[in-house]
């Protein structure tokens, strides 16, 4: 069986339309393609969105205010959480338009301590639906369930009462072999990955109105590399920095507004690239067995070397390294914390997945009880991510309302 291509149309198929091509000819998998030259990693369901809230404001929440969903997109906001615990389940239909079994589904809990405490816990598990494997001369065997899942554990502590700081420790377990067995090695995946993020708000004074400034920062799924064979194939897991801003303005005692500005870039090796004969095949080194690399750097290294070193392997050099900034904003009102409106939008350069969509989605909460519900709306017509929905159902309570 051919279980490398195989997982790479898996990881293509749930990390959008990075490699959708499925990589079908050499030039293609070098990353050759009319100059593009797209970053793919293992397991990238870790790096989606998997509630309605941030996803409504497109994928921008790393400044955001403290909410049940901060497990994920800033560990350091829990310590703000006002709320004494919170409970709440996420689900998506994911790539509805050409597959009609896959699904995200999301479930978080925190807990605050005291006043600068908190911790929490989060389980993600990403069913990629049933798929018909073959052998290499194509012919059918048996029909597998693939899927992958997330193990998370926070805990978050003011520094002050305007900072803190938070880390999550994460399990990452891949099974996208199913129960294969025969003449492969192919096995399930694990990994161990960590969160550390920073908060810091600042309360204003703008235009008359009593207004918030707040900014955060995550260094998020730094760890090590997964195997899904008892080779020395290793795949780096998607390792992101994200840096990001919030404005929150109180209108009066009942109306507020806030807009929010994320930037953030895979910490992953850039694909070299691969120096091609007359006939458009890659070169490859008879010595190594490897291919020739013409531009860029080896992208088979260590996970602190190719961590530290993906701020500059882009074979382009500045200009491609700007490319793999993936852009997000969002804009968020809010009636008496009671209905909320969000719109949002991302994009990312057309030589790094080309992902432009718009968002949009509403909340509503009764007492402790709350329902998020997002849409996003792709830029190009039939795109994979159309008609993505998310709905999320929460749970917030205080001490006194128990």
Do not use: C
Not at 12 to 22: N, S
């Amino acid at each position: 069986m051919k279980y490398r291509l195989f997982r790479i149309i898996l990881i293509a198929a749930g990390f959008t339309p990075l490699a959708l091509a499925a990589q079908t000819n050499n030039q293609k998998i070098t990353g050759q393609d009319d100059g593009r030259n797209p970053i793919t990693v293992a397991v990238p369901f870790v790096s989606f969105a998997p509630d309605s809230r941030g996803s409504a404001l497109g994928d921008a929440g790393v400044a955001s205010s403290p909410d049940v969903y901060s497990n994920y997109w800033n560990s350091a906001k829990l310590a703000f959480i006002e709320k004494d615990l919170g409970v709440s389940f996420s689900y998506s239909p994911w790539l509805g338009k050409i597959i009609n079994d896959m699904s995200l589904n999301y479930l978080t809990f925190y807990k605050r301590i005291d006043r600068i405490q908190s911790f929490g816990f989060s389980f993600r598990y990403f069913d990629l639906g049933e798929i018909q494997l073959t052998s290499e001369n194509g012919d059918p065997l048996n029909i597998e369930n693939p899927y992958e899942l997330a193990l998370d554990g926070t805990y978050s502590r003011k520094l002050t009462e305007k900072m803190s700081v938070g880390v999550t420790g994460r399990f990452i377990w891949s099974n996208i072999a199913g129960n294969i067995t025969g003449n492969t090695d192919a096995k399930a995946g694990t990994s161990v990955a960590v969160d550390i993020g920073y908060y810091y708000k600042q309360p204003i004074i703008f235009s008359g109105t009593d207004s918030e400034l707040a900014f955060g920062a995550t260094l998020s799924n730094f760890g090590q590399k997964i195997n899904y064979s008892n080779e020395s194939n290793e795949d780096f897991i998607p390792t992101t920095l994200r840096l990001g801003s919030a404005f929150k303005s109180n209108l009066d005692p009942y109306n507020s507004i806030t807009l929010l500005l994320d930037f953030s870039k895979l910490l992953v090796p850039t694909p070299p690239i691969y120096e091609l004969d007359n006939n458009g095949d890659p070169v490859i080194d008879p010595s190594t067995g490897e291919f020739v690399i013409a531009k860029g750097k080896d992208p088979n290294r260590t996970l602190m070397a190719g961590t530290f070193g993906s701020f500059g392997d882009a074979p382009d050099g500045f200009v491609e390294e700007m490319q793999e900034v993936m852009i997000s904003v969002g804009a968020e009102y809010n009636y008496q914390d009671v209905f909320a409106v969000r719109i949002g939008y991302f994009t990312e350069s057309k030589n790094k997945g080309d992902r432009k969509f718009f968002t949009a989605g509403v909340g509503f909460k009764y007492q402790v009880f709350g329902v998020d519900f997002s849409y996003l709306v792709p830029q190009k017509k039939d795109h994979p991510l159309g008609d993505t929905l998310r709905l999320s159902f929460q749970f917030n309570m205080d001490k006194n309302e128990s």
